[in-house]
């Protein structure tokens, strides 16, 4: 069964500061890999996809990375603002398996920017 | 503007009632999917559906019931069955189904609550 865990549960940081966030899953047998952004209280609003044959993805100031082989992503977040601060979650469509077929996301990781 | 929108916004259910929450979308999707997040848990996948008049369980179906009659519309019905009703609901589309490789998209999210 695949399992996504998402490193740090929680980040606190100070405005300006590169950082980067961990997902890692335990079935390599994806088809893609989605970031996802969530404020409080609302949904979750895509933020890059990787399909399985790429190795990044790059969107203004953000930049997620996919090693499948070793089960992991990273999301790069530059120059960071108070605006960034949100839930950042991972999920990964899987391709094997009991769930072939079904997302499997990550518990997120809370994110604090401050000026 | 294309997107999904879930109404209402905050339902309040009296123990041993069936509510219905709406969703609907005009991305011109195949596929709708029903979430359910709670505190502390990542997403967990109710139903969802690749085609009008198709559905199908994902892995916490027990409880609620769906249904599919129009493209644009996947209502989610949480009956009195429903032991923990009480939960953060979000509705999803995405151009084709899973096992595809489409980006998925996301309302803004019901939050039920069971007084």
């Given amino acids: 069964k695949q399992e996504v865990t998402q490193i740090p549960a929680a980040l606190s940081v100070p405005e300006g500061e590169n950082l980067v966030l961990n997902c890692s899953f335990t079935d390599s047998a994806i088809y893609n890999l989605q970031w996802f952004r969530q404020d409080p209280g609302k949904g979750l609003t895509s933020l890059l996809l990787i399909q399985s044959s790429q190795r990044e993805q790059t969107s203004g100031r953000l930049n997620a990375s996919l090693d499948k082989s070793s089960g992991r992503s990273t999301l790069y977040i530059a120059a960071s603002q108070p605006g960034d601060s949100a839930t950042y979650l991972c999920a990964v469509l899987n391709a094997g398996g009991t769930s072939y077929g079904k997302l499997t996301f990550g518990q997120g990781t809370i994110l604090t920017v401050h000026p | ?115």
């Fill in chain 2, 1 to 115: 503007d294309g997107g999904i929108t879930q109404s209402p916004k905050y339902l309040f259910r009296k123990e041993g009632q069936n509510v219905t929450l709406s969703c609907e979308q005009n991305l011109n999707h195949d596929a709708m999917y029903w979430y359910r997040q709670d505190p502390g848990q990542g997403l967990r996948l109710i139903y969802y559906s690749q085609i009008v008049n198709d559905f199908q369980k994902g892995d916490i179906a027990e409880g609620y019931s769906v249904s599919r009659e129009k493209k644009e519309s996947f209502p989610l019905t949480v009956t009195s069955a429903q032991k923990n009703p009480t939960a953060f609901y979000l509705c999803a589309s995405s151009a084709r189904g899973l096992g595809g490789i489409g980006e998925l998209f996301f309302g803004e999210g019901s939050r039920l609550t069971v007084l």
